[in-house]
């Protein structure tokens, strides 16, 4: 990807993760990336649309990275650092900030602007299987590996909304313990 396009997808990710996507124009975010105009339009003829779904693609693979790289180390290990992620990004930005993923899934799109939905319901799947996959590796059966890995996700992404609202971590380290021991629970029974 060329530079200025990479800087217009992270910066499109950036704003979207803080403002929605219905709320940032294609100006806006050509602005917040440091890019010329014509620059969005040349990279992105689709406009709005391609652009939120290659932001929403990029941070769904750049969470998934993490989630890989850390579900390395065992299930528990990977859910700590996928609660620490999303803590430090919402202290990190004074709860401005919380995922694009979910900002976009949530906005009111129509029909045939989808591709963004989709994109996101792409990167929610994605980090499910990721977590259900490393549970299964670690003992837990297929069933409850994706209920499991859904509760994950579903749990984590509230819960920084959350604490967005109320510019605080208290969902966040609320769902902490409560889901390491879930995760411990699924893996020790075979």
């Known amino acids: 990807m060329a530079e200025s396009r990479e800087k217009l997808v992270a910066g499109a990710a950036d704003m979207i993760r803080r403002r929605g996507l219905n709320a940032t124009s294609v100006r806006e975010l050509a602005k ?3 890019a010329p105009l014509g620059s969005t339009y040349h990279y992105f003829p689709g406009g709005k649309t391609q652009l939120a779904t290659e932001a929403v693609t990029f ?3 750049l969470t998934a990275a993490i989630l890989t790289r850390e579900l390395a180390d065992g299930s528990v290990e990977g859910l700590r650092a996928f609660l620490g992620m ?3 990004i919402v202290v990190d930005t004074d709860f401005r900030a919380g995922c694009p ?4 899934s949530i906005e009111d799109l129509p029909e045939a602007d989808r591709a963004p939905h989709d994109a996101a319901a792409a990167a929610f799947a994605q980090w499910t299987g990721l977590l ?3 549970l299964r590796e670690h003992g837990a059966d297929k069933a409850d590996a994706e209920h499991t890995a859904t509760l994950i996700v579903a ?3 509230g819960s920084v909304a959350m604490c967005r609202a109320e510019r605080s971590t208290q969902a966040l ?10 995760v411990e629970a699924s893996i020790t029974h075979r």
């Open 86 to 88: 999303w803590r430090k």
């Open 101 to 104: 993923v979910l900002a976009v």
């Open 59 to 61: 941070a769904g693979d």
């Open 132 to 134: 259900a996959a490393s």
């Open 173 to 182: 380290d609320r769902i902490s313990a409560k889901l390491e021991t879930i």
């Open 32 to 34: 917040h990336a440091h």
């Open 155 to 157: 749990a984590v992404e």
